[in-house]
Structures are given as structure tokens and as C-alpha cells.
């Protein structure tokens, strides 16, 4: 199979020429705010958001402004952010994580609310159904616990003989405990036995790749987290250190070094999120917007991090990868 080497672009945030929406700085009207609440600090995400709504017309500081809130993977500081941009009164709060869409409802249910990512609204109490979310939340819906079997699958056709799986995730995530759940099945089924490496914090990641070793885990299964990402190229390289094939979610994590990942484009869901912005700044409800689903979902592999820990990708998997790493 040729290999399709992946080219990564910081987005910029400018406008590219397109006229704004509306001309508020002529008009003295004030430019709505929109609050970022982000569970981590996933820059290169939200770079893609701005860069949408740009695209759009909306040039910041003409006819919008933005009040990011940052908790990088703390997540006891999203109440407080989030109740901080209800006093601001934004016109919107965008958010990353489930933990952060969960603290911006509960901060508020006239503020309208766009999910860039999140695992599943319906069972978290944010929205009534996909279709008509009812309530103030709407937005993109990255469906990571349904994939997690699919992500089980890959790693297992990548090492038939696995008898001994670890599960590296965040504890404190409200958004990891499904998948972890989805994966306890699967393994199940599969008679491998699996090693739970839940964490607290950055510091216990060490440990917990120590942990894996000692207990002769064959793989780590990384569930993605707004703790996690800041911390992707440790983890690839606490992987390789201790010759451990790793599957993740986000393609950022191969990119960083990791073997596999299987998930939707997150580019491309705060893209859409920048979407739904502009359909509520222009009138709409988010109780009537339908929450959407990725469809199209891309299996990458790290073919430089394989050579490193002496594996061979079957074929067959290499056949349904979208992206090759060289």
C-alpha cells in the first residue's frame, strides 16, 4: 500500500478577506463575545474554530471577541470559569470536553451552548435527543465510547496473541468512564485480561506506564482526555521506553509518536462547532439545531513508531488505514 504522508498546518485565525456579517464597528453596536471553555488547552482545535468563523465573517474584534477559558486537564477550575462567563454575559460558550459542556449547563440554561466535541449528550442530560436537543446545548457529538470497541478491535487484529491489555485514563473524567465500561466488554469477550491504569493527575502517568510493565501489559489503551493531551509525546515516549503499541483516539497522538489511533477529524468537529455559532448569532435556537454525528472516521498509523517497537502492521489493517506516518 503507498503510504500517505499526513501535512499538518497551524490554522491562522485570520479572516481571509471575507466580509463581515455585519458591520458593528460601524454601526457602534457592541460585538458579541463568545466564551472558549476548554477542559484542556487544545490550541491547534480551537485555532480551527476561529479560523471557520472567519471564513464566515466574523472578524475579531470588529463584530466578535472571544473570552477563552483554559482548565488544562484540572477540571475542579471549570465551575468557576464557567460561572465567570455567565457574568460576562457572552453570547455563546463553546465548549471542549464533557466535563466542560456539563459545568457551562449547569452554569447556565439561557446561554446558549455549542459542543465542539462530547461523548453523548443524550445520556449526560444535555439534550433530550440528536434530533431535537430541547434544550440550551447543541453542537458536535465526537461518539468516542462508540468507538472504543472499534478501537479494541484494531489494536487486536494489530496483536492477535494480546492476552494482557492496560487502560491508561483519566479518573476524573466524567466523559472516560463509558468507554471504559465499552472496553471492559470487549476484552472480556475476547478473554484478555485487562490492567486499569486510571490516573488523577500528570505526575501519575510515569507510574502507571511502570505499573503496566510490572504487570506484563502486551499494550496500553490510552482513553483521550483533556488531562492527556498536553501530555501525547511523554506518553509516546513513556511508550517506546517501555515497548508497549499504544491505540488512541485523536490522530494527534500518532502524530506525537503514538502507534494507532481511530476517531473522527477533530479539525473538522470544531469546524462544524463554528457552524452552529454562526446559525444561533444570526437568530437560531439551540433547542431546535440537531446535535451531529461524525460519520467519516480515520484510522492512522505510525509506521516509524511500529519500526521502533519491532512490530509488523498486518496487511489487512494497512488496507483500512487513511493516513500512513513514514
Avoid at 449526560?124 to 453542537?139: I, Q
Avoid at 492477535?160 to 471504559?180: E, F, K, M, T, Y
Avoid at 513513556?238 to 494507532?260: F, I, N, Q
Amino acid at each position: 500500500m503507498g503510504a500517505n504522508r499526513r501535512r499538518r498546518f497551524l490554522l491562522a485565525t485570520a479572516t481571509f478577506g471575507v466580509a463581515p456579517l455585519r458591520c458593528l464597528a460601524q454601526s457602534g453596536a457592541r460585538a458579541p463575545v463568545l466564551g472558549l471553555l476548554d477542559a484542556g488547552n487544545r490550541l491547534e482545535w480551537w485555532a480551527a474554530f476561529r479560523q471557520r468563523l472567519g471564513e464566515l465573517g466574523y472578524v475579531e474584534g470588529r463584530n466578535v471577541r472571544y473570552e477563552p477559558r483554559t482548565a488544562d486537564g484540572k477540571l475542579e477550575q471549570l465551575s468557576a470559569m464557567a460561572q465567570e462567563l455567565v457574568r460576562l454575559k457572552v453570547a455563546v460558550i463553546v465548549t471542549a470536553g464533557n466535563a466542560a459542556a456539563l459545568e457551562a449547563r449547569r452554569a447556565t440554561h439561557k446561554i446558549p451552548i455549542v459542543t465542539a466535541t462530547g461523548a453523548d449528550h443524550v445520556t449526560h442530560g444535555l439534550a433530550v435527543s440528536f434530533a431535537r436537543p430541547g434544550r440550551n446545548v447543541t453542537g458536535m457529538a465526537s461518539i468516542t465510547n462508540d468507538l472504543t470497541g472499534k478501537r479494541f478491535d484494531l489494536l487486536h487484529e494489530v496483536l492477535p496473541g494480546l492476552s494482557r491489555l492496560a487502560v491508561l485514563w483519566h479518573a476524573d473524567n466524567i466523559g472516560s468512564a463509558g468507554a471504559i465500561s465499552v472496553l471492559e466488554a470487549a476484552t472480556e469477550s475476547a478473554k484478555v485480561a485487562l490492567q486499569n491504569l486510571g490516573v488523577t493527575s500528570a505526575t501519575e502517568i510515569v507510574d502507571a506506564f511502570s505499573a503496566a510493565t510490572r504487570e506484563r501489559a502486551e499494550a496500553v489503551f490510552v482513553v483521550a482526555g483533556p488531562l492527556f493531551y498536553a501530555e501525547r509525546s511523554r506518553i509516546a515516549e513513556l511508550a517506546l521506553k517501555y515497548r508497549l503499541p499504544t491505540m488512541h483516539g485523536p490522530s494527534e497522538y500518532v502524530d506525537a509518536g503514538g502507534l494507532l489511533s481511530y476517531a473522527a477529524s477533530y479539525v473538522d468537529l470544531f469546524r462544524h462547532a463554528a457552524g452552529y455559532v454562526d446559525k444561533i448569532l444570526k437568530g437560531a435556537k439551540p433547542a431546535n439545531l440537531a446535535i451531529e454525528r461524525p460519520t467519516k472516521f480515520d484510522l492512522v498509523i505510525n509506521l516509524k513508531t511500529a519500526k521502533a517497537l519491532g512490530l509488523a502492521i498486518p496487511q489487512s489493517v494497512l488496507l483500512q488505514a487513511t493516513e500512513v506516518i513514514e
